[in-house]
């Protein structure tokens, strides 16, 4: 069976502090992603990577940045919390040009 | 540009049909999917279809696709309390790399 998982699925963080998001997933895919779920938006593209140590920027990477050092692991890092990116991050990969797969997700709240 | 959209909100008796219809903007998906994600749960996988079809059916669920107004919906069957969840509607495109791109979601509420 598929899995994708994410290191926390609650988490509260002050302004101002390093958070760091893990995801791994155990199908040797080579696509990854990390978005952001916000109610009325939708996910929104933050980061995808599609092999280790590379990485491109999604459609609202400010403010985040993230690492690839081995194929199954993920890390969204947000270098320093604000309160507008309180939301759910969700995890995914990919393997095929069409399903992906989700982590459960990891609701932050910065305070 | 590229959008997807859908409505918020669906509220069905139990037992009768539910359809979300959902619109996209950009002409050259290829694969378009229905997703479902349950209370504190991520996105799985409900059903999808390729561009190049009109309609796709998987037990309870109906997919149709119309290319000319850009239009896909999902139609569930009997509608149980356990379909109550918020269904993504998504589409991927190619645009030198595959690239998806979600709807914002429609909560489905089911009343028994």
């Known amino acids: 069976d598929v899995k994708v998982t994410q290191s926390s699925r609650y988490l509260v963080k002050r302004t101002g502090e390093k958070v760091f998001l893990e995801c791994v997933q155990d199908?040797?895919?080579?696509?990854m992603f990390w978005y952001r779920q916000d109610p009325g938006l939708g996910l929104r593209l933050i980061y995808f990577?599609?092999?280790?140590?590379?990485?491109e920027k999604g459609d609202i990477p400010e403010g985040y940045s993230v690492s690839r050092e081995k194929k199954e692991r993920f890390s969204l890092i947000l270098e320093s919390a604000s309160t507008n990116q309180t939301s759910m991050y969700l995890c995914?990969?990919?393997?095929?040009?069409?399903?992906?797969?989700f982590g459960p997700g990891t609701r932050l709240t910065v305070t | 540009g590229e959008d997807v959209e859908q409505s918020l909100f669906l509220s069905v008796r139990e037992g009768d049909s539910s359809v979300i219809n959902c619109t996209y903007t950009?002409?050259?998906?290829?694969?378009l999917y229905w997703y479902k994600q349950e209370p504190g749960a991520g996105l799985q996988l409900l059903t999808y279809?390729?561009?190049?079809?009109d309609m796709k059916q998987d037990q309870r669920l109906t997919v149709l696709l119309n290319k000319k107004d850009k239009h896909l919906s999902l139609r569930i069957a009997d509608t149980q309390t356990g379909d109550s969840a918020i269904y993504f509607c998504?589409?991927?495109?190619?645009?030198?790399?595959?690239?998806?791109?979600f709807g914002a979601g429609t909560r489905l509420f089911v009343k028994a």
């Open positions: 995914a990969s990919r393997k095929s040009t069409y399903e992906q797969y």
């Open positions: 199908m040797d895919h080579e696509n």
């Open positions: 990577s599609y092999d280790v140590k590379m990485k």
């Open positions: 950009d002409s050259s998906s290829t694969y």
């Open positions: 279809i390729f561009s190049n079809m």
């Open positions: 998504a589409e991927t495109l190619y645009t030198g790399g595959f690239k998806t791109i």
